[in-house]
């Protein structure tokens, strides 16, 4: 099912301590708190103005950085649908896909897309709607798409767990 939110856009070389600040990696217990923490440094309107659905778009290398798995639960628990970006970090983006954050690259949407721009993303048909026009992405493979669409890497065990019980 297509999911739209707003679009908020950051830049190239959006790291890992940007999106969750590290001097919280030991401290910060609970999704509440966590979530509290996104992008404080980068973008502090960003927590109280962000609404379930909403997407971050970013530039080139978004998510760079330390392996912090917080950098992406920060940004499920506020719930965003979808980061799209020029490129991702592999850690991160193997990090959001086991949280059951979409992540997609898409350079074109990426460049294209204003902050506050209504942005829809349908995975089943591998489009990206924009005021400014439709993008296709690639479709992720199987398991990954197997993985997102129960809800993250946890929730994806435990289902094939019970078919196995």
């Given amino acids: 099912m297509p999911t739209t939110g707003l679009a908020w856009k950051y830049g190239d070389n959006i790291n890992t301590d940007v999106l969750f600040p590290g001097k919280y990696t030991y401290t910060a217990q609970g999704r ?22 909403d997407v971050i778009v970013g530039g080139s290398n978004f998510g760079c950085g330390s392996s912090r798995e917080q950098a992406a639960s920060c940004l ?25 954050l979409l992540v997609i690259t898409c350079p074109e949407a990426a460049r294209a897309i204003q902050a506050g721009d209504e942005v829809t993303v349908d995975l089943a048909r591998h489009r990206i709607i924009t005021p400014s026009g439709e993008f296709t ?3 992720f493979s199987a398991s990954v798409g197997q993985i997102l669409q129960a809800g993250g890497l946890v929730e994806y065990v435990k ?7």
């Fill in 137 to 139: 992405f690639p479709p």
């Fill in 159 to 165: 289902a094939k767990l019970q078919e196995t019980a």
């Fill in 76 to 100: 499920v628990y506020n719930g965003v649908a979808a980061v799209i970006a020029e490129s991702i970090g592999r850690i991160f983006y193997r990090n959001a896909i086991n949280f059951g």
């Fill in 32 to 53: 509440a708190e966590i979530a509290s923490h996104a992008l404080e440094d980068l973008d502090p309107t960003f927590v109280k103005g962000v609404r379930p659905g």
